[in-house]
């Protein structure tokens, strides 16, 4: 049984940097995909950025060279670092995982993550 806690979420002027972090909890799986997704209101949950077990990133579009997925050297806990944030980054902000290794065209569909955290809020203002 996985638990995800996010945190990081706060405010920033545009161009600023925040850290966002996932810890996990009740990890016993080898094999673990993770991901960030986040919703804007009124706005479907996108995927953002992935990793898998081997280490290798997705990232959405809209967020490439800018954010950077990572994993700590336990494993536990996952990051999100977010440069040069922009107000259409404004969104909860969720923490994603599934227990199984899983083709890289599939990781940012929402629809296949098992654990879901609660979501932290992220402000971008202009």
């Known amino acids: 049984h996985v638990q995800l806690v996010e945190s990081g979420g706060g405010s920033v002027r545009a161009g600023g940097s925040l850290r966002l972090s996932c810890a996990a909890s009740?990890?016993?799986?080898?094999?673990?995909?993770m991901g960030w997704f986040r919703q804007a209101p009124g706005k479907e949950r996108e995927g953002v950025a992935t990793i898998d077990s081997d280490g290798s990133t997705t990232y959405a579009d809209s967020v490439k060279g800018r954010f950077t997925i990572s994993r700590d050297n336990a494993r536990v806990t996952l990051i999100l670092q977010m440069n040069n944030l922009k107000p259409e980054d404004t969104a909860s902000y969720y923490c994603a995982a599934v227990p199984t290794a899983l083709p890289w065209y599939f990781l940012l569909r929402r629809d296949i993550y098992e654990y879901w955290g609660q979501g932290t809020q992220v402000t971008v203002s202009s």
């Open positions: 009740g990890y016993t799986y080898s094999c673990l995909s």
